[in-house]
């Protein structure tokens, strides 16, 4: 049957009609697919919603991250501030705050919270959970392969170069066949991709139902978690090199020439 | 915002005009008084009469068609409520909201801001205490305190308060314009020079805290205080040069005058003496008293 379908297909595309696909192909695989994708959204949203627990911010990791701000501020705006003022500041902060190690015992410096990133048990655990989020879109992958496989689904209204023949008609043996046929396993990666404008229409922008947009903020986040030390010397380092330009002092200059 | 002075409301501009005479307000259609308790919930200006009026006159004419708005209102109306000091109503919405919100620390605070205006002192803190016992971050729950201790007139409970709470969150400017206020209600000028530095830090181009830096400073008194005051003065007349700053017009007079008390030839002095004089000759059609001094 697959094969006389084919002969027929193949017989109408050399006469260029186009195809004509059986319309029972969108009733059972072009909507099944996408109906299950979408469900795997919401799954995954609300799966992740009620396995949210309240977020914990130690004193210690804000109270650094503050300073950290703090200072920062501090050196922009140096200009504003009268020279006792700087003076006094930078003092405070190169001495009290960041602290040099006398020693060369590391721990000597500012205890630095354990950040996630570097604590073993959480990262085996954020592992796993990223792992977790991985396995449905496998097995789904499997499952279109398997049951929806040999066959061409739909054709994309827009034109493709032939490179992507052998990534879009996987399990099609036609040689000549127009790239625009394609693949149910192509239709899911479009559902995969195009579902999430869909889902930030459905659950809010900020939803869990995008893995790699979930992967790509978790890096940016280790990223950022530094070790608070590496940070504090060289907060330290800036400090000592500041020089400070008092903008203030021809203030009164410039408003008697200016009026 | 109950302690502190809004800083962003001096310096920005609200988007719609929001109406200032009780007159006007009885025309106000219902969309308008939508617009008016957003634009406030938005850009935060202290103005509870408004807020109260709009909020009841939506409340009372067209409640089930606000949706889910009408919690976000029945908390700005309780705020009014508590400052136009209509303690039962703003009950009423402590319960509307509770009722919604049943394990909400939002809705505790207000419980307790409301014991705050009956005078409950004891019953406030605790329930502050308890928010911060599950949330010991929570930056609105310290600020009340430091408002209760306030209150209760304990200037030094409430300065150590907002120290114990600075050594953590070290970037809240809020923070440090209600300590600056404390410190100069206890007369302690150098260390409220200090915390305003802060501020300057945090907003170079805020022309009001280059004002309350200048004032410190001429209090502080001394040359050197004097001269900086004089600079700071500049520059704050420099960043707001309507007659909204006149203050810093009429301080800059003054410190020149206590300058040249101690120097009369400092020809710099001089200088800036003659452009303020004429500075506030030019106002006078705006600030007829300031300029009356003159004389």
Redesign the interface.
Known sequence: ADCRMMMMMTTMLLYGEGMVLDPRIRDWVLIPIFVVKLMDGLVRQFISVMLKSKKRTSKDATAQQNTLRRSGVFRASSQFVPDGAFAMRRKYYTTKVFKAPETSDENAGPQAPQMPMQDPFVMVDMMKQNLAMFVPNIVFMGWVSYFFAGFVLMRLPFGLSDAFKSMFQRGIGLQSLDVRYVSSLSWFFICVFGLRGLFSVLLGSNNNSDETKIMRQQMAAGGMQQDATKQFAAERTELEIAQHKYVIDQCEQRLVDQY | KFVSVNLNSMSSTCQTKLPDDPKEWEQLTRQQCIEILREIRVNPVRKPALVYFCGLKLLNESASSLGSEIWAIYEQLTIAAIDTHELENAAYFVLKLRSRFPHSQRVERLRAMIKEAEGNFEQALRIYRKILRET??DRAAHHRIVAVEKARGNRQGAIELLHEYL?????DEDSYYELMDLYIAEGNMRKAA?CC?EL???E?HNYYTMLKYAEILYTLGGSDSLK?A???Y??S??LNESTANIRAVYGLWQTCKAIKANQNNDK?NN??LA?VEK?LKALQPQAPDVAAMLK
């Open positions: 010991p971050c050594k953590v969150n070290q970037t200090y530095e300057i830090l945090h170079p900086l004089r600079k700071y500049c520059n007349v420099r710099e200088e800036v452009w500075r």
